[in-house]
């Protein structure tokens, strides 16, 4: 439990990251001549900024409540109620 108190940290490289890369993008749309290129790179720094976005707002969720947003399932397939689907083929393969 300790650990997922610092978790979040994590969540700033590859937020990070993508916001480097808009900032390339933008700053190449500059010399841009062609109208469609240019939608186009909108385009592109739009979902990059919401992929950060959505990577940063996790980090925010697990922080705020103390839980990893994409581990709740984890209990339930420890339990057995949740199949593995490897093991499921395996066993149908016997």
């Not at 707002?57 to 949740?82: C, E, L, N, S, W």
Request: no cysteine; glycine share 8%.
């Amino acid at each position: 439990m300790g650990l997922f108190r610092f978790a979040w940290l994590l969540a700033i490289v590859p937020t990070s990251v993508l916001l480097t890369i808009s900032f390339f993008v933008l700053f190449t749309l500059r010399k841009a001549e062609q109208n469609s290129l240019k939608i186009f790179g909108y385009v592109v720094i739009v979902l990059l900024w919401i992929s950060a976005a959505l990577i940063l707002g996790g980090a925010i969720y697990a922080v705020v409540t103390g839980r990893q947003p994409i581990i709740p399932m984890m209990p339930d397939m420890m339990r057995g109620k949740i199949g593995n689907p490897m093991m499921q083929y395996k066993m149908m393969q016997r």
